[in-house]
């Protein structure tokens, strides 16, 4: 009975809402999971597969968040296309270098990866900044080398692990403008569309999308999503504590990775 249940279909969007969750209760880094979950739960016939169809799901839900931010007007605009036309380079970049690699020798650099993620997360503190910082004409000079320079090396992370990078990009807007967390999530989906959707159309040419499972496990999130708000508003007092479990989860996640793609 058990069995019949857990069909790849079931597998797929269970997977899907458990990054949704993640994504709706700690604010971001859900989207590092997916690939470990699309190898190793939904059964994904290899890296490349994962990489890409993970690429296509996280572009479509920042999609989705995007609008929500843009409606609450957190969205600081000319930092967000300066950052994202650099990244987007990169992330072209990024994508084509994974293509040039055997999947077996991704895998455990994608765990490496975790391990620093979950390490950051862990160290990261919801620092303040200055809420009306604005690239302008006056700014430019001061913010835009380090905004180019951030965004490119964001974008060929994200396209090179087939992950939106959520979790680079929001320090590193922070770093180069000093906005405020905040604003800078709201920010950062900008960039997440943006590189997921290049790094999608890199494997799509190549042949490396299942575009049902994309469906079912975007599906999946969005349910996942709307739970993990819920439960995040009830939970906003603990949320560091939720923080730092996420980042035991992905440190644990990122060890087995390695483990699994060892040769």
Known sequence: MIQELLTPETLTVVSGM??????GLV???GSILAVPLLLYVVGMPSAHAALGTSAVAVALSALANLIGAMARGLVKWPCALAFTAAGIAGSAAGAQAALAVPGARL?????????????????????????????????????????IGLGFAAGALA????????FLIVPALMLATGMP???????????????????????AFAGEVVWSTVGLFVAGGIAGGVMGQLAGSRLASRKPLLQSLFAVAVLVVGAYTIYRGAP
């Open 18 to 23: 458990a990054v949704g969750l993640v994504l």
């Open 27 to 29: 604010g971001g880094g």
């Open 181 to 203: 967390i905040t604003y800078a999530i709201a920010t950062s989906l900008v960039s997440i569309t943006a590189f997921g959707l290049v790094t999608a159309a890199n494997y």
């Open 159 to 166: 396209g090179f692990f087939g992950i939106g990078g959520g």
């Open 107 to 147: 895998i455990p650099l994608f765990g490496g990866l975790m391990l620093v993620v979950g390490t950051l997360l862990l160290l990261r503190k919801n620092a303040e900044g200055d809420p009306d910082v604005r690239l302008t004409i006056a700014t430019a000079r001061r913010m835009l080398p380090s905004i």
